[in-house]
């Protein structure tokens, strides 16, 4: 044989042996992938499906998925209407002269607490004492004028009474009577204003609070145009949140306000990561329209403040307590999982996870009302889940911090995330 043909038989006999080869291989996925899809329990649509020769808890020697779960409570739970805040104070004024003058005094420390009408400051009245003196002087001299006035016209009228007088010489002492009872009621009213001038050199509290820092220094000129006034005073106990209730809760909302009454809707301020609670208070007022902006209500919440755990413009997270449903049924918000048919959770029964379609409800921080799909008492995973399939068996454990690695891990005779095992 030549050397030719030797070598064209050998590229035949690989050719064969490649394809035998491919063969096999074609053959092998047909039968441990494609063949045991087409007998599976079929899950419902959009959810994961039942599983197989190779998945987590079926055939070929897959050991069961390690998963923790809880059971369907009953009982009372809260429906919550949650939205972010700030805390406004009732009052915030700004101390400001009433009338210009040197700042003599101040009689308070900055931050302290007042009391409605306390002293605070006081300025340099000797112009404004002046100027009460000088109107109580021209009083004087005015009363004095009028006093004589009245004297001269009862001499007339009993001159005129004699005839000894004309009429016009009477009517004449009448109107100057007259004229000076007007100027004295206008000198009075300038003596009052005066004191009234006087009094704003004393500067008090308009209302109770907590003061701010003091804006001008003792001997500065302050007065009416000063734009920053002395210092601020802003009400904090009690004080409010206002906050903003979308729209379309504002149905149940005015429900829940007519079912409470007098006595208004609980309310709670969390701190900005809503891991401690600040107060609790009640909700007061509604606004009188929608803001079209946002698309919600503001509302106004009460609190009583006796500690200023609530400080003035201060963001706070809103928990607004509308009802409590007195034997609903929930569940940790952990355990409800989503598919293109809804909302759904793995029921454990007879050792194997199922899916349930589920409808929800109201929902707090870490539960949620199951309205439909789920009774009290039935187990539910909470742990475990990422590596489930409808119909897989499972094995339970505890739900403990502890666990979170030994759920996530595969287990004996499985792959990455509940698969078969990596080959060779």
Known sequence: MSLSSHKASGRRTTLVVTALVLLAVGAGLWFWVLKPASHGTAAPTGMPPPPGAGGPGGHG?????????????????????????????????TVVPQVEGRLLRVHFQEGAHVQAGQLLAELDPRALQASLDEARGTQAQNQAELKNARSDLARYERLYRQDSVSRQQLETQRALVRQLQARSTTDQAKVDNARVQLGYTKIHAPVAGRLGLLKANVGAMIGPSTTDGLVSIVQTDPISVIFGVPEVQLTALRDAMATAAGNGLAVEAWDRSEQGRLASGRLTTLDNQIDTTTGSLRVRARFDNPGETLFPNQFVNIRLTLQTLPRAVSVPVDAVQFGTQGNYVYVVRDDKAHVQVVKLGATTADRVQIVEGLTAGERVVLEGMDRLRNGSAVKIVAATEGDADALLAPGPGEGPAGGPPPGP
């Open 61 to 93: 020697g897959m050991s069961p998925v390690t998963v923790s779960v809880v059971s369907a409570e009953q009982g009372a739970f809260p429906v919550v209407i949650r939205a972010v805040g700030n805390v406004t104070p009732y009052n915030t004024v």
